[in-house]
């Protein structure tokens, strides 16, 4: 393989795993169980009950045979969801979805792909309907890969846009990558543990044989090792602690590396705490703000919503909500109420001031409505609904057609698809009559990313992260002392001189000489005997040239056992640091992702379908495939530089 097909397949692979990594947040194969549906079908039905009679009488008629999918109340239901302006009924989408898999698995596949479509009808902004119908492709026919992949990206793209999926699959991939780091950590700090503990308990061994000064001294450096026990840190603490030990005999890059992750477990449990504070408390607030604009609402939400709006009156987007909610329920005085409360809070709220005219629309007030309209195409020339509100308003009004031509005109240009289905469902009903319009997934996620970083700020600063105690019983003991620490053995090491254990001969010496090919350092024995290639006595050069063997063969051994149990152990016993930590970043996920396989943030809701790319074979197929790659690039690694040190050991 080239060089450049390499890079072409490494690519590759990495964008699909950040593709697996990413879906499977999204579209874990079943969240949760059963129980959950049927208690979330009762709460929604007790909210619906006309929606509920149309679908207990489709379920009477498909058990009496007197019809297959009962399509004619399917569209009864429909046009029950557009007369109350609900966009998307998840629960009767989910439950069409799951009638549809078991209709796949008879190998009914026709009915399958109508209910799917039906579940698609009742909730075009959810991706159940579209990955339920590709799964359904796939069992149907598996040569037609394009229909399959189509469903899937437009059901990707559907969960992209909506609000509710992206934030959970955001919260999901911040404590994974969250918690990632730190096992990367701990993984990196023990495979440093395994390499320079034994040089530690060799220099501890040589100073018993001393002076009693220095035996007294070796006894105070086993109390050192010790301490993070007495101390009762954590175990990553404890770790760090530790690395820091063998400081005097590490390379630059691991120092570098330590300092690295040092900031990392600081500022990583911090923020994973913020966020945990953020969904404990304002996390719930946004979830009903979601569900009030885009699916459906009951009166436990609405009241929510009001008591959280007397805590804080100027919440704009309650106030909003609130409106949108009212105008629904035809309560057209309070939706104008809290409209015009989000308008003296926002005067260049556009979005809120076309839904108020729509309110004057259904309270007659035509006037009203043509000017606030109006008002809001000059703060927003591009949107659609805005045109299209304002033609309905001129509609009204008996003496206008010339303006309301033009109007819809523009409105089609700028989103057809939009005006078409306006069209389509028009009714005097004033949920479809006009386009209300719901607040954006941007406005939520600019909304939730306020309250987060609000929590990250408060009521701990940056600063003071440093100084917080890390042991219950060592108040004093703060991440600030290790950055000390990391301080003072460095000048330690700087004024000692580093002791490098050879990469040729694996003794430790601390007089060493730079190979300029392999970049490393080599101690005096190898370099005589290697580079400057000094006749040195037989018996020495056989004994040095054997000790080389042996220290090669270990070495070879260690790494490839290292790689086989950790993805990247081996590059970092090799003095690979960056590729090694890395690798064990990509290896943590990989394993913590398996591990939560259905989520860290647990939704309450069931997806039932999922798409057949994200099977757990799958997964572990890309895991196998990242294992093998960097197996052989580990041993690749090995044959080059024995070929290189062949070249050196010539003799
Ligand atoms: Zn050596």
């Not at 309209?373 to 057609?401: C, G, T, V």
Request: proline share 3%.
């Amino acid at each position: 393989m080239s060089r450049f097909m390499r890079w072409i397949f490494r690519v590759f692979l990495f964008s699909l795993c950040c593709l697996i990594l990413c879906s499977g947040g999204l579209l874990s194969p079943s969240r949760g169980s059963n129980p959950p549906v049927r208690r979330n079908v009762a709460a929604t039905l007790a909210g619906h009950s006309e929606i509920q009679r149309y679908w207990l009488r489709r379920k009477d008629l498909i058990i009496r045979g007197k019809t297959i999918i009962g399509s004619k109340e399917l569209e009864e239901i429909h046009r029950v969801q557009l007369d109350k302006g609900i966009r998307n009924l998840p629960i009767f989408a989910t439950l069409l979805v799951r009638e549809s898999l078991e209709a796949s698995r008879r190998k009914a596949f026709e009915e399958a792909v109508a209910l799917c479509k039906a579940a698609q009808k009742l909730a075009p902004g959810l991706s159940y309907g579209y990955f339920a119908l590709a799964r359904v492709y796939w069992s149907q026919a598996k040569h037609r890969l394009d229909w399959v992949l189509a469903e899937y990206v437009r059901g990707l793209v559907v969960s992209i846009k909506n609000f509710k999926y992206s934030f959970i699959w955001f919260t999901d991939f911040f404590y994974l990558s969250g918690q990632s780091i730190l096992l990367a950590f701990f993984l990196f700090s023990f495979v440093l543990f395994l390499k320079y503990f034994p040089s530690l308990i060799e220099s501890l061994a040589r100073s018993f044989r001393a002076q009693v000064f220095q035996v007294i001294l070796a006894i105070m450096k086993i109390v050192g090792i010790l301490l993070p026990f007495f101390l009762q840190l954590n175990l990553i603490w404890a770790f760090l602690y530790w690395s820091l030990i063998f400081w005097v005999f590490m390379e630059n890059r691991e120092r570098f590396m330590l300092g690295f992750f040092l900031i990392l477990i600081i500022y990583v449990p911090w923020a994973m705490d913020g966020c945990s504070h953020f969904l404990d408390h304002s996390a719930s607030r946004l979830l009903h703000i979601y569900a009030a604009n885009e699916e459906t609402w009951d009166h436990d939400l609405k009241e929510d919503l009001i008591r959280r709006l007397q805590a804080n009156s100027r919440d704009t987007n309650i106030l909003f909500t609130l409106g949108l909610i009212s105008k629904r329920e035809g309560n057209y005085p309070k939706a104008k109420y809290y409209y015009k409360r989000v308008l003296s809070n926002n005067s260049s709220a556009a979005d809120a001031m076309t839904n108020l005219a729509n309110v004057y629309l259904a309270m007659g007030n035509v006037d009203e409505a043509i000017a606030l309209n109006s008002k809001a195409i000059d703060m927003n020339p591009q949107k659609a609904s805005f045109y299209f509100n304002l033609h309905r308003a001129n509609s009204r009004k008996s003496s206008a057609p010339v303006k309301a031509d033009s109007s819809i005109q523009r409105a089609t240009e700028l989103d057809p698809t939009l005006i078409h289905h306006y069209l389509k469902v028009e009714s005097d009903n004033m949920n479809r009559f006009v386009i209300d319009e719901t607040l954006s997934a941007m406005s939520l996620w600019k909304d939730g990313i306020y309250h987060l970083v609000g929590t990250w700020m408060d009521p701990r600063g940056l600063v003071s992260v440093l100084i917080t105690p890390l042991s219950k019983r060592v108040r004093f003991v703060s991440p600030l002392l290790f950055l000390g620490m990391m301080v003072v053995f460095s000048i330690v090491a700087k004024r000692r001189g580093t002791v490098r254990k050879c990469p040729l001969c694996g003794s430790p010496s601390r007089r060493v000489f730079p190979r300029r090919i392999e970049g490393d350092f080599i101690c005096l024995g190898c370099h005589r005997l290697f580079v400057k290639k000094e006749g040195l006595n037989p018996k020495i050069k056989i004994k040095k040239v054997a000790q080389v063997r042996k220290h090669r063969r270990r070495e070879e051994l260690i790494s490839r056992i290292l790689s086989l149990f950790s993805l990247g152990g081996g590059y970092v016993w090799r003095n690979y640091t960056v590729r090694g930590v890395v690798l064990l970043f990509v290896f943590s996920l990989f394993i913590l992702r398996k591990v939560h396989w259905h989520g860290l943030i647990r939704n309450a809701e069931v997806v039932p379908a999922s798409s057949p790319l994200s099977s757990e074979a799958f997964f572990i197929g890309l895991f196998a495939i990242l294992y093998y790659v960097s197996l052989r690039g580990i041993s690749r690694l090995e044959r080059r530089k024995q070929a290189m040190e062949k070249v050196r050991i010539s003799l």
